[in-house]
């Protein structure tokens, strides 16, 4: 592959790959893009052809009946080549801006589908937002893709129909009395001068290839000025900022982005490239490539000063060559332009390639009408990617359905961790855990996340309806989502919203969307939770930013609600948790202590007494 790497081919196989995968999105541009290419490049050599034919019959025979045919097909075809090619550009645009929105398609159902693991890896997001920067500043990257390949066929339909219209230039012989000028006929002078046309193409390409190579060495700096553009540039409508710009005048370190020399101003990278060596690479290769016409221009004159041809069959090979030109010209363009792109384009294939190593399992979850589950942690340890230390280590539990398990600790002892695992959004490196004494990872992956219902510490609503939000979808029973809202305590205030369940949350996308508090926002998502209707129903400190004591309620009336369900709650503050069956105390990644509220404040000596103690004095209710 290393070897393979910098040639056409491979640069030709990367594009390839990418019209595959747009195609899978944007299926009409391409067939559009073909019959584009191949109308522009005809189109004119059409016109050449019917003006030399008229020409021609002007020059000599003056034939009024055939004249007035050659017009009118002339016309006629030209025309409607105009006609369709105008239709076909307008088509292509429009579709070709569709599919700069669809695209995202590509990286979105990457993302919905890659493991946990990989997407919460900083340099998973790190890599997409290169790939995002690229398109932004120049447009490399798989969007460039459509353009090489109508530019492509536009240019080997345009060289073959450009060849089809001058090869009697070289075959038609000077007649033997035009004296010295039958040296046109010699082989090797026909040779010479093709040697002489593919040295000029081949030294116009390079001079085009070094002029957009001049692009990816200022990849970098414009890649960096565009994420700076991109924060900076829009900063002062971030409505979460705008306070702390106001009290602290942040808008002069903004201005010192733009007060200066930037990416993208006329000192800069860009600016001086085009200045230098980019704009004399681009100027040279257009210069060297008219040469061709030119060389055309004097051996076509020659050979009709011979006699052999008249001024139409001048006037064709003379309007061909000039085409065939600009046909060669756009050839060697796009071969540098590939080159280009395609270390972009290994960027993009590099994410849409990141496998899932997660092993998918292929069990189904037993449907309990009992709802009779066991789960058990056996000698369980973990680390995060990357990290040193361990986030859990020998972690060993038994657990089952219909009970309340509360995980306690202080911040960074392991609880979120522990519930990360028992969802299987990571997999432990070392021990087991065991759903009804078999090991999880043999589950089949989704089947298994449908037992869990979660309301993480820092879960997310979205900018649609309020059902929408509860159920996940834009089509739902509307009576279970009412019920769960009701449960979740946020009756009185879904009977208050104006449009009910389809009152859209805030207001990003309408003027209309309510905004709701905190407090409301958690109620809604413990609905959503209950809606899931699923066996484990987890509360990962969501209520974070409350009160002890407002914590200590929501928990209290979210255990008179699950019902049937293994209910597990997750806080550093101990006296929500007090009710459950069983309290698991973690520090340091570790269980170190289990048992019920009674029996582990009995341990005077132990962390959970050590830690009801110091928190006494914030959840303590004062007595009148």
Known sequence: MKKEKGTVRYALKMHLRAAKELHTIGPKLFPVSVLFSIVSALLPYVTVF????????????????????????????????????????????TLL?????????????????????????????????????????????????????????????????????????????VPESA????????????????LLMV???????????????????????????????SFFGFIGMKKGRSADIRIYQQQKLVSAYWNGRTAFSTDGPVGRLARGPLGIYSGLGVAV??????????????????????????????GAA????????????????????????????????????????????????????????????????????????????????????????????GKTTFIKLLCRLYDPQEGQILLNGIDIRKYNYRDYMDIFSVV???????????????????????????????????????????????????????EDGVEVSGGEAQKIAIARALYKNAPFIILDEPTAALDPIAEAEIYSRFNDISGDKTAIYISHRLSSCKFCDEIAVFHDGAVIQQG????????????????WNAQAQYYAEKKE
């Open 596 to 611: 019920t509220h009674e029996a582990l404040l009995a341990d005077a000596n132990g962390k959970y007494a050590e830690l």
């Open 322 to 413: 000039t085409a065939l030109a600009t046909s060669l010209f756009e050839l060697t363009e796009v071969n540098g332009i590939m080159k280009t792109n395609t270390p972009y384009l290994e960027k993009t294939f590099e994410f849409l390639d990141i496998p899932n190593a997660m092993y998918q399992g292929s069990l189904t979850t037993e449907k309990r009408a009992d709802r009779n589950y066991e789960v058990e942690f056996r000698n369980v340890s973990f680390r995060y990617p990357g990290a040193e230390n361990w986030a859990l280590k020998n972690v060993s539990m038994k657990f089952k359905v219909g009970r309340r398990l509360a995980i306690v600790g202080e911040n960074g002892s």
């Open 97 to 173: 801006d569709d599919l700069w929105g669809r695209k995202e398609l590509l990286f979105a159902r990457k993302m919905f589908s890659l493991d946990y693991a990989d997407m919460d890896k900083q340099e998973t997001h790190d890599l997409r937002a290169q790939i995002k920067e690229n398109e932004n500043w120049s447009g490399w990257g798989l969007m460039r893709t459509p353009d090489i390949c109508k530019l492509g066929l536009s240019g080997i339909v345009g060289i073959l129909s450009g060849i089809a219209l001058t090869v009697s230039l070289f075959t038609t012989p």
């Open 199 to 229: 040295s000029v193409i081949l030294l116009a390409g390079w001079f085009n290839l070094k002029s957009i190579a001049c692009w990816s060495s200022a990849s970098e700096d414009s890649t960096m000025g565009n994420r700076l553009f």
């Open 456 to 510: 993480f510490q820092d879960f997310q609503l979205l900018s649609q309806p309020l059902g929408a939000n509860v159920a996940g979808s834009v089509r739902y029973d509307r009576e279970p989502v009412k019920q769960a809202l009701t449960d979740a305590g946020f009756g009185d205030r879904l009977a208050s919203m104006p449009d009910g369940l389809d009152t859209p949350l805030y207001r990003e996308f309408t």
């Open 50 to 93: 019917f003006s030399a034919q008229i020409l021609k019959e002007l020059a000599l025979l003056r034939r009024a009946d055939v004249l007035w045919k050659w017009v009118i097909a002339g016309v006629l075809c030209s025309g409607l080549c105009a006609v369709l090619k105008a239709f076909l550009h307008q088509r292509y645009e």
């Open 179 to 194: 004296g010295r000028l039958t040296v046109l006929n010699h082989p090797v002078f026909v040779l010479v001068l093709a």
């Open 289 to 318: 490539t008219a040469l061709i016409t030119g060389f055309v221009y004097v051996f076509t004159c020659l050979k009709a000063w011979g006699g052999a041809f008249d001024v139409g069959a001048v006037t064709q090979y003379v």
